[in-house]
């Protein structure tokens, strides 16, 4: 998504030399063209052999993690069971999970197939056997202050989910620091502070804004991301390709900080980053980049203490 509308504070890259290590390649929205159905894009993750696949969290009045990119219902995709047209922001937050699923019908169509667009929870997700045993799954907190639940709501309900589930290879990923420090005192699953944060409507000028402030202060000198990272106790970073350059990760990673860079599509894109020092690599179009790898280590990311022995295929 972002791909073009960061391209003007794209800053270059340097030139590189192939790693030991190749990244672990993530489907972004759990991917295959980012089908917002979680269960017809876990069907291309399962086809294709994702080692890895992200998800967006949102979080409904009655605590419970859903998959959920924005904070409202998407007005443009969604309509009344009725038919009506939503003609207000419905707020995630502001109503009860049987609420959407009883409310809303939301379809679409990406590179030609019909998909309706759910709102399933996280607990549905992680216990359908669909999801291969091997996954290594982010969850993208999707958190602000102005248009959903509290740190408290978030900590607790993504903690039981995660008690929950202990089989499941978990990592997080947040832009709010309060929340990453939050998590961290519950769970030792690795930790990643996604910068910068976004507007919540996702207006590209504005997203533009941002990204372009962001780098300025970086090259000013006022924002330190490792610092930044250190602070909310995390245990990585998550960037947009289009603010980074190979001397930065170089950077980071000398400071024994995990990498995560989402989300370029396009071939030569994935090929320059396949040779990156980074850890995980997310992209809409994850089997195109040359490092895929179905069979790949994702436990190399987890602590040791909660490394498992590989789930038979």
Known sequence: MLHLILFLVYT???KYQIEDAAPIVQGHRISRHSVSDPFAALGFANAYGYPSIEL???LTKDRIPVLYHDYWINMSLCIYQDGAEITERVLIRNHHYAFFQKTFRCEETIDHVESTKVIVSLQEFLDSSLLQPETLINLDIKYDERYTLGIRDFTAAIIDVINAHPE???II???STALLQSLREKTDVP???DVPH??????PITNILIAFGTQLQRKLGLINYARMVKKSRADGISLPY?????QLVQTLKNQDLLIQVWTPNSFSLLERFCHWPIDIL??????RAACFDSEVDIQQLLPKGRRQKPAPK
Not at 198 to 203: G, L, M, P
Not at 282 to 287: A, F, G, H, L, V
């Open 12 to 14: 270059g890259c340097k």
């Open 56 to 58: 967006d969290i949102s």
């Open 168 to 170: 499941r290879f978990i």
């Open 173 to 175: 990923s947040a832009s």
């Open 191 to 193: 930790l990643f502070l």
């Open 198 to 203: 976004f507007a919540s409507h996702n207006h």
């Open 242 to 246: 289009q603010l980074i350059d190979r």
């Open 282 to 287: 997310i992209s809409d179009y994850p089997e």
